[in-house]
């Protein structure tokens, strides 16, 4: 066990006056490696507070940039650091909170060839990934490596969180065994969320790290906790091993990592699907003299942000009452901020009789990064 200098015994004389945790409580934390995986809403406040409250060494899961939209809920990051690498911007940010804690970067999207060994490292997981198949592969890798997994998931105004360690407990695919469909499946930035909820969710994780780490008080393993933040409420659902759970049942069908992207139904980031048309693609129609019909289903305060000339708009939500405006005879490109809506305005106009209908990939925030870089994004 590692102990503590002369500057951490004053640094921590808070947790160390504590009966539960004292000096090898502090000492336990030190020694300790947790995984974080995201360094975005529920990464934050997670790193924040295991790092101020001593943990000695933190690893960062995340691929991504900082983005001036993050800020406003991602905490680990400041307007000085957009467009930097997150692993890298909260290493700084770490190194200034607790110069004792280790921070060990991975700028890389977890996946089936690495999870194993990235994961592996570590005694403790902390889930604040975004989108389904790292959350399903993270899962998967903690219970084959035995490894208790914190998780953590908001949306909108509601977030959950629970621990999963198999095999003293469930797993998160015995809570969801399967993802729901993704075009069902809206994220942060199409279907919102609060700023200040991932702060309360992911310091929820933060405390079920420290005492997974230390040994004390009642983990959330067994137990789903659902905070409502418009009531201000907190309700809690008992979970169960699930015995026909496909990967810590008793007898498990997935044993090694799969194709999680395609298990949750996500596309390739280098393919075209079907009925969908590149920024790109678009751009070099629209100069060519090609004009179909752009019809922009976002809400009117996303319009006046950012729109491609030309378009018109038609939020999502009253489509269904205006289909008699469009003529179902001419093409028509669909466009929404990431992709999600615009794809379900098109279903909904295929399914109307509507012919040559596309969804343009990525939405405007696409069109803004790799077409038009003066164009706002949000």
């Given at each position: 066990m590692p102990v503590l200098s002369p500057n951490e015994l004053v640094r921590y004389a808070r947790h160390l006056s504590l009966p539960d945790v004292g000096r090898d409580g502090q000492e336990r934390l030190k020694a300790a490696r947790v995984l974080i995986v995201g360094a975005g809403g529920l990464g934050s406040p997670a790193a924040l507070y295991l790092a101020a409250a001593g943990v000695g060494t933190l690893g960062l899961v995340d691929a991504d940039r900082v983005d001036l939209s993050n800020l406003q809920r991602q905490i680990l990051h400041?307007?000085?650091?957009?467009?930097?690498?997150?692993?890298?911007?909260?290493n700084e940010r770490i190194a200034d909170l607790n110069p004792f804690v280790r921070v060990e970067p991975h700028a890389v999207r977890l996946d089936a060839a690495n999870a194993a060994d990235v994961v592996g490292r570590y005694d403790v997981i902390v889930d604040g990934s975004d989108n389904f198949p790292t959350r399903?592969?993270?899962?998967?890798?903690?219970?084959?490596?035995?490894?208790?997994?914190?998780?953590?998931?908001?949306?909108?105004?509601?977030?959950?969180?629970?621990?999963?360690?198999?095999?003293?407990?469930?797993?998160?695919?015995?809570?969801y065994a399967e993802p729901p469909p993704p075009e069902l499946v809206p994220n942060c930035a199409?279907?919102?969320?609060?700023?200040?909820?991932?702060?309360?969710?992911?310091?929820?994780?933060?405390?079920e790290a420290i005492k997974l780490v230390i040994g004390i008080g009642s983990s959330l393993v067994g137990r789903l906790l659902i905070f409502d933040a418009l009531e201000l409420s907190f309700r809690e659902l008992r979970l169960q091993k699930d015995p026909g759970c496909p990967v810590c049942g008793e007898r498990p069908t997935v044993?090694?990592?799969?194709?999680?992207?395609?298990?949750?139904?996500?596309?390739?980031?280098?393919?075209?699907?079907?009925?969908?048309?590149?920024?790109?693609?678009?751009?070099?129609?629209?100069?060519?003299?090609?004009?179909?019909?752009?019809?922009?289903?976002?809400?009117?305060?996303?319009w006046e942000i950012a729109r491609i000339d030309g378009s018109r708009l038609l939020p999502l939500g009253d489509l269904p009452a205006r289909l008699g405006q469009l003529d179902t005879r001419a093409p028509i490109v669909t466009i929404c901020h990431h992709g999600l809506r615009s794809a379900q305005a098109r279903d909904l106009l295929k399914a109307a009789g509507f012919g040559g209908v596309r969804s343009l990939a990525g939405g405007i925030d696409e069109w803004a990064r790799t077409v038009d870089q003066e164009m706002a994004r949000y």
């Open positions: 400041g307007t000085a650091r957009v467009g930097t690498s997150k692993v890298a911007s909260a399903y592969l993270v899962n998967d890798t903690c219970v084959w490596l035995a490894k208790p997994l914190v998780y953590g998931s908001i949306f909108r105004f509601e977030g959950q969180a629970s621990v999963f360690h198999a095999p003293h407990g469930p797993c998160y695919r015995c809570l199409e279907g919102g969320v609060l700023g200040v909820l991932p702060g309360i969710i992911g310091s929820v994780q933060a405390l044993t090694e990592p799969i194709d999680y992207p395609a298990f949750c139904g996500y596309q390739a980031e280098s393919s075209e699907p079907a009925g969908e048309v590149e920024a790109s693609a678009l751009a070099a129609e629209l100069a060519a003299g090609s004009r179909p019909a752009l019809v922009d289903v976002r809400e009117p305060w996303e």
